[in-house]
């Protein structure tokens, strides 16, 4: 192959060239290029059917990748300013999942704000480790979770000398960035590792102006979503390692749970998307963060609406913000966030990212129009006219300090009982409950629940958010530790 | 030499116009704008390949859209139009010297520039005194206007491209707040005949109607338009499109159609069987 370069997208070309061979499968997938399942065909198109291959000499091998995937990571890790990157078919969660798995084993520590995704908890009920939470300070006016102060870690450090890691997100859902240079300088002074969530920072890397990104911090590891900001199919994303990490231990821990049938149609969208990004990332983000500075200045014109911006920033808990995010505080017209989501959905046929109780995020992104956001801001317009109320009976989102009674692991196979919710207070609870999105848990295996965590699940499912985690559906139950 | 302009009326459906020849070709930032000339139907404009208007028949759409609810409204002083780049609209609402203010929003410049130059026969009142064009987004425009107009013509493209926003709830919402308490918004509704355009039109229908109090449809006969069968809509606050009509008022005007007449307005109010229904299936919740 001629040389590598960010022109160059091996894994796209690999399958344009694998096409004109007119191999003859008599291998997997059985729908042979879309023949043996036509209504598929018909719906995907029969390009996209014919793409959908297995792993084969010309085509490279995910888990062990040693032409063009290996040429596709080198890329990706170049442009993405790592010492390696793995490309990832199993989500962000995955890529999560893969970063805590390669640093801590069972009964070590991790040092991690609450506000993490649950992916992060998932992979302590795997791997055994023991979460320490740091609590990321809540801003009082808009009800969310922020980032996690440098003191609060410096303390988190002082107390578990023993902990293995810290994780930072970078940014946070909301777009709120902690001083992840600062941590990271921390962490390795005390012999730590520093990991990143970058599920929503993809374009840190790309575009000025925006806050600073792990690997340019410094960070040995990060998970970052190429199919949120970057454009890519959804599920794929990358796994960053800095020059500290050993790739061949990452690549073991990979594949104890990535697929083996690793998809080329998302492969191959994670290649197209860094070419992309590597090629006119600069200019994309640009025209992103304009558009939603733009609305942000339309949203904040029509009243009672807060779009946040930088204006937050305090040089600790909010180090930075993500000026792409639009996220827009709901409660001076009287109404949730999720109250303004699900209108949007149903009266406007508009679908945004999420609402929580105070707030809504838009996501905003290299696919938008002006139109788009004309429409948006227009919506959110007519719901102030119609729906606007006084807004005395909401409850602010509050950080609720968590009480790990047990570790993780542990709690999710204990023995259990299951009991109904509100006589659960004072038990140790053996699931998680989340509200989706954001999917950051309320309660997680191993902690203690509360009257005002109770207070809470009741309030949130009364606005109408999606609770997910538990057996019960319903939620009107909780698993919680027998005799505890 | 045949040189034919063809539209697709549906993937099934073709109509052609022998063209004479073609006058403008341009690409603007938001669309493709074209001008031809041709035996049947005079000079034509097509806008990304759908036919706008041409000089034979324009006028049935532009009487239709402006007579209507002008033969209503007692006292229209105020008007906002838009849309309405080829400037059609404004020539028939020039012909009201009791319009005090003419404000029309038209997205795309160029769309006025190339028919101010080769459609005089639309365009030729634009430069009326009461008339302020604005360059701007139909939709964000009246997102700032309250309480402001008593008529609003909404003479939009197709509700895909560019017009889309303008077939919108947020939009109709938006038009009920820049209206005065008695106003009236009349809008380009497509057609209910082809399966495609029938359910845009009923979705229009279904916004208006949870938007306005009074939401009646009416039609008219436009050959160069898909199926021939053109939907109009009637949205108002407070004055009915056939109780509140003043033909002896209208009439003492003395204004000259080619189409309209007040006889006319109260037939159209009367749709086929077919398109009472399509409309009744989004009315029956509110």
């Given amino acids: 192959m001629s040389q590598l370069s960010q022109k160059r997208a091996p894994i796209y070309e690999a399958l344009e060239e694998f096409k004109k061979m007119r191999v003859v499968p008599f291998d997997v997938p059985g729908h042979k290029r879309g023949r043996g399942n036509p209504e598929l065909a018909e719906l995907l198109g029969e390009k996209c059917v014919s793409m959908d291959v297995n792993s084969m000499k010309p085509l490279d091998n995910l888990c062990h990748p040693v032409s063009v995937i290996r040429d596709a990571e080198r890329l990706a890790a170049e442009a993405f300013h790592a010492a390696h990157a793995f490309l990832m078919v199993g989500g962000t969660t995955s890529a999560v999942q893969s970063m805590i798995l390669s640093v801590v084993k069972r009964g070590e520590k991790i040092i991690l704000p609450r506000n993490v995704h649950r992916s992060v908890m998932g992979a302590m009920v795997l791997c055994g480790a023991v979460p320490v939470y740091v609590n990321p300070e809540c801003d009082a006016r808009l009800g969310i979770p922020l980032g996690m102060s440098v003191s609060a870690v410096e303390e988190a450090i002082r107390k578990n000398p023993d902990a293995k890691a810290v994780l930072v997100n970078n940014p946070t859902y909301y777009g709120i960035c902690s001083d992840i240079k600062r941590i990271t300088q921390l962490a390795h002074q005390n012999g730590m590792l520093c990991l990143a969530d970058e599920a929503h920072g993809t374009h840190f890397y790309f575009g000025e102006g925006l806050p600073l990104s792990a690997m340019d911090a410094g960070a040995d590891m990060a998970a970052v979503s190429m199919h949120k900001s970057g454009g890519s199919l959804t ?13 061949g231990h990452v690549r073991q821990i990979i594949n104890l749970t990535q697929t083996t049938s690793g998809s080329y149609l998302l492969l191959s969208s994670l290649d197209i998307s860094r070419r992309n990004l590597a090629l006119r990332g600069k200019e994309t983000f640009e025209k992103v963060k304009e558009l939603a500075e733009y609305a942000r200045g339309e949203i904040n014109a029509i009243g009672g609406y807060y779009a946040f911006s930088r204006e937050l920033v305090n040089g600790d808990s909010i180090f930075d913000f993500d000026v ?42 290299i696919g938008d129009r002006m139109r788009e956001i004309e429409r948006l801001v227009s919506a959110l317009s007519e719901i102030r006219r119609r729906f606007a109320k006084s807004g005395a009976d909401l409850m602010e989102q509050e950080y609720i300090d968590p009480e790990v009674a047990v570790s993780p692991q542990e709690a999710f196979y204990a023995e259990t009982e299951s009991l109904p919710i509100e006589e659960t207070a004072g038990r140790i609870c053996s699931e998680f409950v989340m509200c989706y999105p954001p999917g950051i848990p309320i309660l997680a295996p191993g902690e203690r629940i509360t009257r005002p965590i109770l207070d809470y699940i009741a309030y949130a499912k009364e606005k109408g958010c999606s609770m997910t985690g538990p057996e019960d559906p319903g939620i009107e139950r909780l698993n919680v530790l027998k005799g505890d | 030499m045949e040189f034919w302009f063809s539209e697709r009326h549906t993937p099934n459906v073709k109509f052609s116009i022998r063209v004479d020849r073609q006058l403008f070709s341009g690409q603007s930032e938001l669309q493709r704008i074209d001008v031809f000339d041709s035996p049947e139907f005079g000079r034509f404009l097509v806008l990304d390949g759908y036919m706008m208007l041409t000089e034979k028949d324009e006028f049935i759409y532009h009487e239709m859209i402006t007579h209507v609810p002008l033969a209503v409204h007692p006292h229209v002083k105020d008007v906002l139009v838009i849309g309405a780049g080829d400037g059609g609209v404004i020539r028939e609402l020039t012909r009201y010297p009791d319009i005090e203010r003419i404000d029309m929003v038209e997205i795309d410049p160029m769309v006025v520039e190339v028919c101010r130059k080769y459609l005089p026969q639309t365009a030729y009142k634009l430069d009326d005194p009461r008339v302020s064009i604005y360059y701007a987004d139909g939709l964000k425009f009246v997102r700032s206007c309250n309480d402001q107009y008593d008529l609003i013509i909404v003479d939009s493209t197709d509700p895909f491209g560019p017009g889309e926003g303008l077939f919108t709830r947020e939009f109709y919402g938006n038009c009920y707040k820049a209206l005065h308490d008695d106003g009236i918004m009349v809008n380009q509704h497509e057609s209910p005949f082809y399966n495609e355009d029938a359910i845009a039109c009923q979705r229009a229908h279904k916004r208006i109607v949870e938007s306005f109090p009074i939401s009646r449809v009416y039609q008219a006969h436009i050959p160069t338009y898909p199926s021939g069968h053109w939907l109009f809509g009637f949205a108002s606050k407070k004055y009915h499109p056939l109780k509140d009509l003043d033909d002896k008022r209208w009439n003492a005007r003395g204004l000259s159609c080619g189409y309209y007449t007040t006889m006319l307005h109260k037939g159209a109010f009367y749709v086929p069987a077919y398109v009472e229904e399509l409309l009744k299936d989004v009315e029956h919740e509110y």
């Fill in chain 1, 235 to 247: 599920q794929s994303s990358l796994l960053l390692i800095g020059p500290a990490m050993q790739e």
């Fill in chain 1, 324 to 365: 792409t995010k639009l996220s827009v505080n709901t409660l001076d017209i009287g109404l949730a966030g999720i109250e303004v989501y699900d209108l949007l959905r149903d009266e406007y046929d508009i679908q945004i990212e999420f609402g929580d109780l105070g707030n809504i995020l838009a996501y905003v992104s």
